[in-house]
């Protein structure tokens, strides 16, 4: 951090750890958190074999059904509960699907 930069991108990289200093290294403290992203690129492919295979979503809704529905069961296995269930206490508790 102490050595001068010339290039436009080199100042923008030292700009950036700068700000996320404190955090780069949060997996040497907390060992709950990962070094890397594998576990949210492991997520993703899915969702991109998905959308390779039948050509994506026809609706506007539909990306963010979906997205939530896997975002809710990954984490649900992560945690070690039921997928269904997991699903059952989203709908449940979202106001605007209640209305009767």
Do not use: C
Not at 11 to 39: I, M, Q
Not at 67 to 94: E, H, M, P
């Amino acid at each position: 951090m102490k050595l001068r930069v010339e290039q436009k991108d080199g100042r923008r990289l030292r700009k950036r750890y700068a700000l996320h200093r404190g955090s780069l290294f949060t997996f040497l403290d907390h060992r709950d958190v990962a070094p890397d992203n594998n576990l949210s690129e492991r997520n993703l492919r899915p969702t991109a074999t998905y959308r390779k295979v039948t050509g994506g979503f026809r609706s506007p809704w539909a990306p963010d059904l979906y997205a939530g529905v896997r975002s809710a069961v990954a984490t649900a296995a992560r945690k070690g509960l039921d997928a269904f269930a997991a699903i059952q206490n989203i709908l449940a508790a979202a106001p605007s699907l209640n209305r009767g």
